[in-house]
Nanobody
């Protein structure tokens, strides 16, 4: 089992920045990839960013140049640095882990709210 706990959400004005953290615990050796997803009210959950075991990263197109995903191997913590935030970035942000089971991201955190005011 893998446990994921997000933190760092909050209310920020458009153009501002936030850094989300995701602390992982449990069977950490089983984690292949980690990622960030978000879900806005009335919308489906969508991909935001991911980082692989080897450190390769990917960010959704409309966040490239604004969002950066990284991790601290020593503390098993993943980060999402979000700059130049826009009101459309408002959502609950979820941390996820892929244990290599073939099911994709199979562990999820409880989410942290990000609200960007205009």
């Amino acid at each position: 089992q893998v446990q994921l706990v997000e933190s760092g959400g909050g209310l920020v004005q458009a153009g501002g920045s936030l850094r989300l953290s995701c602390a992982a615990s449990g069977r950490l050796f089983s984690i292949f990839n980690m990622g960030w997803f978000r879900q806005a009210p009335g919308k489906e959950r969508e991909f935001v960013a991911k980082i692989t075991r080897s450190g390769d990263t990917d960010v959704r197109d409309d966040a490239k140049g604004r969002f950066t995903v990284s991790r601290d191997r020593a503390s098993y913590t993943m980060y999402l640095q979000m700059n130049s935030l826009k009101p459309e970035d408002t959502a609950v942000y979820y941390c996820a882990a892929d244990s290599g089971s073939g099911l994709g991201f199979d562990y999820w955190g409880q989410g942290t709210q990000v609200t960007v005011s205009s």
